[in-house]
T-cell receptor, first 112, second 109 residues
């Protein structure tokens, strides 16, 4: 793989189910981010990690959790999905907090 | 919190010039980014300004005035492939990015 990948590409999920969105990068970037993108609202930061072993809350963290066990992977978990979490989710990475972010292809999630 | 404003839509003719404005109010400032996003795809990096002035990169230029909380992205010699959404993003004092809602540019023949 080259760059940053996300899985699944799309998912339809029943409300109340648990779901983990996967994100992997092979650029050895220290910082990783999760955003959601909704029409008219732009990209909003959910959680971020400046380096492996650390995580932080973004603008809209409620209902989501993350972990950063190693440099390459940054999974996002919805413990109990709700319809308002229907969105397109983008993972991004940067080699430091000082540089531009590279985005994955996105996961389109629908919660019914 | 952050407040980043940019127009919702703009339309221009192939070969023309379009200027997309972005105004911002943020807690701390550590640079302004412009990203391009085609429909159904991921955002891709276009430009970065941290000091006042103009940064030119081929057909695209970006300008920043920190005292006015203002930036613009200038697209010259428009091509059909430039039809996309353009996202203004400001990096705050904690080095996190906040994005505007995006400007959809439609290029017509």
């Amino acid at each position: 793989i080259a760059g940053i990948t996300q899985a699944p590409t799309s998912q339809i999920l029943a409300a109340g189910r648990r779901m983990t969105l996967r994100c992997t990068q092979d650029m050895r970037h220290n910082a990783m981010y999760w955003y959601r993108q909704d029409l008219g609202l732009g990209l909003r930061l959910i959680h971020y990690s400046n380096t492996a072993g650390t995580t932080g809350k973004g603008e809209v963290p409620d209902g989501y959790s993350v972990s950063r066990a190693n440099t390459d992977d940054f999974p996002l978990t919805l413990a109990s999905a709700v319809p308002s979490q229907t969105s397109v989710y983008f993972c991004a990475s940067s080699d430091s907090t000082n540089n531009e972010q590279f985005f994955g292809p996105g996961t389109r999630l629908t919660v019914l | 919190g952050q407040n980043i404003d940019q127009p919702t839509e703009m339309t221009a003719t192939e070969g023309a010039i379009v200027q997309i404005n972005c105004t911002y109010q943020t807690s701390g400032f550590n640079g302004l980014f412009w990203y391009q996003q085609h429909a159904g795809e991921a955002p891709t990096f276009l430009s970065y300004n941290v000091l006042d002035g103009l940064e030119e990169k081929g057909r695209f230029s970006s300008f920043l005035s920190r005292s006015k909380g203002y930036s613009y992205l200038l697209l010259k010699e428009l091509q059909m492939k430039d039809s996309a959404s353009y996202l203004c993003a400001v990096r705050d004092g904690d080095y996190k990015l906040s994005f505007g809602a995006g400007t959809t540019v439609t290029v017509r023949a």
